[in-house]
C-alpha cells in the first residue's frame, strides 16, 4: 500500500513555520486595525456565476484554474448548482456587501480578509493550489467618498507601512491607470490593430486573448513575446480627461505622503473589474515571478454583480510568497554566535562546556560543537552558525594558547585563553 501524501500543490506548514506565520498575520491585522478596518470571513466557496460575472469568463483564472464542481441536489425539489473554491476573494467580498445591503448605511465599508484561495496551476515555488492571501477592500456609495483618489491613495500608504512592519525592505511600488470603460474599449481597439499583424508570432495564448480581450496580452510572461509586448501602444495614450485628472491626484497624495512609486505603463492587473488605478508592490528578492502584491480600483463590480453602484479599490498579497521573502531577508541579516568552540576528541567536550560556559558568562553569544565530530564537520557547522570557531585540542588544552579562525579573513589566530573573551567580542574582520 502506497503512503498517502499531500495532494500536489498543497503542503502542510509545520510548526517550525507557522511562528512566522503568525507573526505576519498578527501584523497585519495591527496595522489594518490603526487604518479602522474590520475583518470579513466569507465562504470557501461561491456559486460559479459570481467569477464567471465578476472576474470574467476569458480569464485564465475562471477558464482554466477554477475548481469547480456540480453540487448534487438532495431532494426533488432542489436544483444542481455549479460551485466552485474561490480563487480570489474580491467578488466575494463585493457579494456580501450586496447581499447584506451595507451600502444602506451610508458609510464607507472597510473589510479585510485573511484565508485560502485555490487555483489549479503549476506550482511552483511560492506557488501552490491551495494558497493563503491577505487582503482588503474599500467600498461604499459615491457619497461616501468611494471614488475619491484619496481612497487609492490611503490604501496604498497603508500598504507601504504593512510592508515596512513586517520587516520587508527595498520594495517598490508599481502605478498605473487602466481608465474607465470606455477608456480600456478604446484601447482594446488600439491594441486589436496593433496585435493584427504581429500576434501570430506570438504564444497561444496570446493569440488566443488577441481575439477575446486584447488587454490581457499584456500580462503575458513567455520571454519571446517580449519584445513585440513592448512595442504596444500604451493605456495612458487613451486616457480621457476624467481619469487623468484622477491619477494625478492619487500620484499628488502619495508624494505629499513620502510613498515612492514608479510609473509602469504596462501594468493592467488581470482581472476584468479593474478600473482606472492599478499597482503592484514588486521585491527583488523572489526573482522574475517578483511580486509580493497588487490590487486596483473597481468602479463597476457592484452592478456587475447585480448591486447598487459602489466604486471600491482594494488589494490582496499572497502570504507564501510574504513568507518566502522575509525568510530570505532574515537568513541574510540573521546574527551569528561569537564563537563555536570545536572540542577535538569526545575526551575534550567536558573541558569545552567550560570554556563555553565561561565566554557565555564574559557576555558572549557561543555555540557549542561535538567532539565526536570530524574537524571538517566542525568547520561546515562552525561557518553557518559563528563569526569564528575556537578549536580546542590536547595542545590548546594544556598550553592555555587556543586557535581561533575568523570566516570573514580567513586568518587563524593563536589566543591566550585568558585574552579571549576580549579577542572575540572585537567585530570579524578585525
Excluded at 509602469?264 to 511580486?291: I, K, M, P
Excluded at 570573514?408 to 589566543?415: F, N
Aim: charged letters at 25%; hydrophobic letters at 40%; one cysteine or more.
Amino acid at each position: 500500500m502506497s503512503t498517502l501524501k499531500a495532494v500536489r500543490g498543497t503542503r502542510d506548514l509545520l510548526p517550525s513555520e507557522t511562528a512566522l506565520w503568525n507573526r505576519i498575520e498578527a501584523t497585519a491585522r495591527a496595522v489594518f486595525a490603526r487604518y479602522n478596518f474590520g475583518e470579513i470571513r466569507t465562504p470557501v466557496f461561491e456559486d460559479t456565476a459570481l467569477f464567471a460575472r465578476g472576474v470574467g469568463e476569458e480569464t485564465d483564472i475562471v477558464s482554466k484554474e477554477m475548481y469547480t464542481w456540480e453540487d448534487r441536489a438532495r431532494a426533488q425539489s432542489e436544483k444542481t448548482q455549479s460551485l466552485t473554491l474561490r480563487p480570489e476573494n474580491t467578488a466575494g467580498v463585493v457579494r456580501a456587501y450586496i447581499e447584506h445591503q451595507l451600502g444602506e448605511t451610508g458609510q464607507l465599508q472597510k473589510l479585510y480578509y485573511i484565508g485560502p484561495q485555490f487555483r489549479r496551476e503549476r506550482p511552483q515555488k511560492g506557488r501552490y493550489r491551495q494558497f493563503s492571501q491577505i487582503g482588503a477592500e474599500v467600498i461604499g456609495p459615491t457619497s461616501a467618498g468611494s471614488e475619491s483618489p484619496l481612497r487609492d491613495a490611503e490604501v496604498l500608504e497603508m500598504l507601504a507601512t504593512l510592508l515596512d512592519e513586517m520587516g520587508i525592505t527595498g520594495w517598490t511600488l508599481e502605478l498605473n491607470s487602466v481608465g474607465s470603460a470606455a477608456d480600456r474599449a478604446r484601447y482594446n481597439e488600439a491594441l486589436r490593430a496593433a496585435l493584427a499583424p504581429v500576434v501570430d508570432k506570438m504564444c497561444v495564448d496570446c493569440q488566443r486573448r488577441a481575439v477575446t480581450n486584447p488587454l490581457r496580452v499584456l500580462d503575458c510572461k513567455v520571454a519571446a513575446d517580449q519584445p513585440i509586448i513592448d512595442t504596444l501602444p500604451v493605456i495612458s495614450d487613451s486616457l480621457d480627461e476624467a481619469s487623468r485628472v484622477h491619477f494625478a491626484a492619487v500620484t499628488a497624495a502619495l508624494d505629499a505622503a513620502g510613498v515612492a512609486y514608479t510609473r509602469n505603463h504596462r501594468l493592467v492587473r488581470g482581472l476584468d473589474y479593474y478600473t482606472r488605478t492599478t499597482f503592484e508592490f514588486t521585491h527583488g528578492g523572489l526573482g522574475a515571478q517578483n511580486a509580493l502584491l497588487g490590487g486596483g480600483r473597481y468602479d463597476g463590480l457592484s452592478e456587475m454583480l447585480g448591486g447598487p453602484r459602489a466604486p471600491g479599490i482594494g488589494f490582496a498579497m499572497g502570504e507564501d510568497r510574504l513568507v518566502l521573502t522575509l525568510q530570505a531577508l532574515e537568513a541574510a541579516h540573521a546574527p551569528k554566535a561569537d564563537a563555536f568552540i570545536a572540542p577535538l576528541g569526545e575526551g575534550l567536550n567536558p573541558a569545552a562546556l567550560a570554556l563555553a560556559k565561561e565566554l557565555r558568562r564574559a557576555g558572549l553569544r557561543v555555540e557549542l560543537g561535538e567532539g565526536g565530530f570530524r574537524l571538517k564537520k566542525s568547520f561546515e557547522a562552525a561557518d553557518k552558525t559563528a563569526r569564528r570557531i575556537v578549536i580546542m585540542g590536547e595542545d590548546e588544552l594544556q598550553s592555555g594558547i587556543l586557535t581561533v579562525k575568523d570566516f570573514a579573513t580567513g586568518l587563524q589566530t593563536k589566543v591566550p585563553r585568558a585574552e579571549l573573551a576580549v579577542f572575540l567580542s572585537k567585530p570579524a574582520g578585525e
